[in-house]
């Protein structure tokens, strides 16, 4: 038995201790803890930011679709043979380092500010200066243009370098077999690539999605511009903390996964070359306009 000096606790020293500990320091943190995690505002302006988030969601997929569509043209064109595809490379060239060198918002300002003038002038069809396909307005088609036209630059890069990544001999076999170019380009390099460079895309999938924030600039309503709404009628951040653990809910997933591939193509290379096969050439990460790799 312990003697009755430690079994018997004192009520008034425990709240003593705790309101010079931990009770007093989470009393401390009070104005923190409603300014950026007011569980009230987050619950009341539920519906707005997931239905912002929701807006969020399709810009990312039909930009990064596009993007990985228009990315994979470019390298394509990048890669033609020959004196005659010259102007067309010089092009492609010319036109990656353009879109990979200006910010994505000047892009957005660009293409927002002057397709529904130029509509209205008649330079441009009126269904394509005020893009409102498919119930939409107009600012979110700018936006997948903007997303489009310049991460199809980044993704182009990605390409190249998982195409100048398969063994030159693949190549020579496929044309020694009475193929084109552009047949051994669809049917035996451009497959073996797109294997290759899974990570490094969806690397720049993620820089497209926080990205998509940007398109609140032109007046289209996501979840970054519902958290603002949010914070400028009542001066609180929760709405915008909320934002932020969404886009974590996508992006970490992603970034994991990107791990995993990473992991099994180094354990497939390793298994390879254990056996006298050719070691692939690394294909390295790139990077988006606003960041790293993940």
């Known amino acids: ?105 000047l892009v957005l300002l660009l293409v927002s500010g002057s397709m529904g003038a130029l509509a209205i002038e008649g330079f441009l069809p009126r269904e394509i200066g005020i893009p409102r396909w498919f119930g939409k307005p107009d600012p979110f088609w700018y936006g997948i243009i903007a997303l489009t036209v310049t991460y199809g630059a980044y993704m182009a890069e990605v390409y190249r370098a998982g195409i100048e990544a398969v063994p030159e001999g693949q190549m020579e076999a496929a044309r020694s077999l009475g193929m084109s170019h552009g047949q051994a380009m669809r049917q035996v390099i451009v497959p073996q690539a797109v294997r290759k460079v899974i990570p490094p895309l969806l690397n720049d999938f993620i820089a497209l999605m926080k990205d998509t924030s940007l398109v609140s600039v032109i007046g289209f309503t996501e979840v970054v511009q519902v958290g603002r709404d949010i ?64």
């Open 1 to 105: 038995m312990f003697p009755d000096s430690l079994t018997a606790v004192d009520p008034v020293l425990l709240a003593n201790v705790w309101d010079n500990t931990i009770g007093g320091a989470w009393d401390d943190l009070e104005p923190f803890r409603t300014q950026y995690f007011d569980l009230e505002i987050m619950w009341d302006n539920r519906s707005d930011l997931l239905k912002g988030f929701w807006e969020t969601l399709q810009l990312s997929i039909i930009g990064g679709a596009l993007s990985l569509l228009w990315g994979l043209v470019l390298a394509v064109l990048r890669q033609l043979p020959g004196r005659a595809a010259a102007p067309i490379r010089g092009l492609a060239i010319a036109y990656i380092d353009v879109f990979r060198g200006i910010p994505m918002l």
């Open 231 to 294: 914070q400028s009628e009542s001066f609180n951040s929760s709405g915008l903390i909320v934002g932020a653990l969404l886009f974590l809910a996508v992006t970490i997933p992603l970034a994991r996964m990107i791990d995993a591939l990473i992991a099994r193509e180094q354990r497939r290379t390793s298994r390879g070359g254990s056996g006298g096969a050719t070691t692939p050439t690394p294909v390295p990460q790139t990077s988006g306009p606003t960041g790293g790799p993940v």
